[in-house]
Structures are given as structure tokens and as C-alpha cells.
């Protein structure tokens, strides 16, 4: 049953992946006039990895119009954690063996009224089983409306699951993706979840609900914002916004150290980077 289970989950994620990779390549299609700013409509490149230790990976990247950089990595990776990493993962600490698959999605627009977006899910097995990932909205120019939409979207899933999910992992996305050497927000939050165990079919479910969520309501505002015109100065805060985000991945984020620390590909790992960003 368990690699049944194991087997269902990487699909999934592989499949969300196509999807998106999709409906990212339609609004590239869409977009016209200045804002395109006489760029063709980007297509996604897919390149594989594989682990040394097992396992391995698709990084799918796309560079275009409307997207500056967006990319949708799926990964499946088994093995042994290092030692002292072990001692941190749950059910690692006497057996260090481990499988572990997910996608991870991450955009940066190229119009700076186009909110930036992150998801990712995941499904990890040591001698426990979880579910965990979330999505949350890193906007430059913060709009109510959208920030409302992308949270409704989120809420909606979880009261479908457990009325109070939505409350606890809105406040975990509030706490987590805190850049806490700004005592700053990264952006308008969302929801993140960790360690959900238990029925894997209720928890597997409530996973693919939230990928499905980002897949509507994402595409939603990249459309609502894509034809605002933009000023260079617009550009400038954009960019010193992507700088922030470049710190708290760098400094703070799980995924990135967990690929780092078991042996996964660095271009992968390090897919969630903008490709420009600036300090004051």
C-alpha cells in the first residue's frame, strides 16, 4: 500500500505540473500590446536531474512576456539523510532512510503590478508518512482585491477539509514567511502546513485541493494585472522587493535547505530566485 500511495502522489504532483505549465504558457500567449514589451510569448524548458544518492527531478522554466522567470520543478528523491540533518526530520532520528516527493511553484512577473506567487506541495515518508506545503502572494503594489480573492481561494479549501485549518495555517503563513532581520512580512501571506499525518486519503486529497486552488485563482490575477502599464520606477521597487525575497529563501526557507542538505540539484533548489533583484 505504501508504495502504491508513494506512486499516486508522484503523478499527481507531475501532473499538476503539466497543467500548470499550461495555463502559464496561455497567458504568455495572451498578453499584448506595450506591456508585452516586443517579447515573444515564452514556452516552458524542461530539463532532468538525477541524484546521486537516488532519485531526481524536472526543473521546468519558463522565460517570457509576461513571466520574467517561472518555474514549476517536480521532484521524487529517496536515500539516507546526512547524520546531523536526520536528527531533525521527523522519524529519521534511528532510521535515516527517506523518500520524499513534490512540486514547487514559483513566478515572477515581469509587469511589477502583477503579483509574484509561490506554491508548493509535498509528500514525505521516514518511518512517519506527512503531507505539507501551502501557497502565498508576494505582491510589490499590494491590491485588496487580490489579496481578498487569493485568500478566499485558500479558506474555501480548508473549510471544506476542517473548519479551522484555515485560521491555523493562515497564521503559521504569517509566521513562517516572516523576514525576521526586516521584522517584514515577504508579502501578503497565504497558508503553509507541515507534518499533516494521518489518513492519507483525507490528507492527499486536502493536498490536491490546494494545488487546484493556485491553478484558478493565480492565473486569475496575472490576467486582472498583465495589461497595467508600468513605469520605471515601478521596476526599481520591484526589484528591491525581489531582494527581500532572495534573503528569506536563502536565510529562512525549509525547502531550499532541505534539497541543499540532501544532495538535490542547486538549479532546482534554487529555482525560487528571481533572475534580477536590487538593494538600496
Excluded at 517561472?70 to 532512510?97: C, L, M, W, Y
Excluded at 506554491?119 to 491590491?143: E, K, S, V, Y
Amino acid at each position: 500500500m505504501a508504495e502504491a500511495q508513494k506512486t499516486r502522489a508522484r503523478e499527481w504532483f507531475e501532473a499538476l505540473r503539466d497543467r500548470l505549465c499550461a495555463l502559464f504558457e496561455a497567458i504568455e500567449r495572451e498578453c499584448e500590446g506595450p506591456v508585452a514589451c516586443g517579447l515573444e510569448p515564452g514556452r516552458f524548458e524542461r530539463r532532468a536531474w538525477e541524484r546521486p544518492g537516488g532519485g531526481g527531478g524536472v526543473m521546468a522554466i519558463l522565460r517570457g512576456r509576461v513571466f520574467e522567470k517561472v518555474g514549476v520543478n517536480v521532484s521524487t528523491v529517496f536515500g539516507r539523510f546526512p547524520e546531523p540533518f536526520a536528527k531533525q526530520i521527523p522519524g529519521a532520528e534511528e532510521d535515516p532512510h527517506f523518500w520524499a516527493s513534490g512540486i514547487s511553484v514559483v513566478a515572477h512577473p515581469r509587469n511589477p503590478h502583477v503579483p509574484p506567487a509561490h506554491m508548493n506541495t509535498r509528500h514525505i515518508r521516514t518511518t512517519r508518512a506527512w503531507f505539507g506545503g501551502g501557497a502565498d502572494l508576494n505582491p510589490i503594489f499590494p491590491n485588496d482585491e487580490d489579496t481578498r480573492d487569493f485568500h478566499a481561494a485558500l479558506q474555501n479549501v480548508c473549510d471544506a477539509f476542517d473548519p479551522g485549518w484555515y485560521g491555523r495555517f493562515k497564521t503559521w503563513a504569517d509566521e513562517y514567511f516572516f523576514i525576521r532581520h526586516r521584522n517584514e512580512p515577504r508579502g501578503v501571506g497565504g497558508i503553509f502546513y507541515d507534518y499533516l499525518e494521518g489518513d492519507f486519503e483525507r490528507l492527499f486529497a486536502f493536498t490536491r485541493a490546494v494545488g487546484e486552488a493556485f491553478a484558478r485563482v493565480y492565473p486569475e490575477l496575472v490576467r486582472r494585472r498583465m495589461h497595467q502599464p508600468w513605469s520605471e520606477a515601478d521596476r526599481q521597487v520591484q526589484l528591491v522587493r525581489r531582494g527581500r525575497y532572495v534573503e528569506f529563501n536563502l536565510i529562512y526557507d525549509r525547502g531550499t535547505r532541505f534539497g541543499l542538505e540532501t544532495g538535490g540539484n542547486p538549479e532546482a533548489v534554487l529555482m525560487s530566485l528571481p533572475p534580477l533583484a536590487a538593494w538600496p
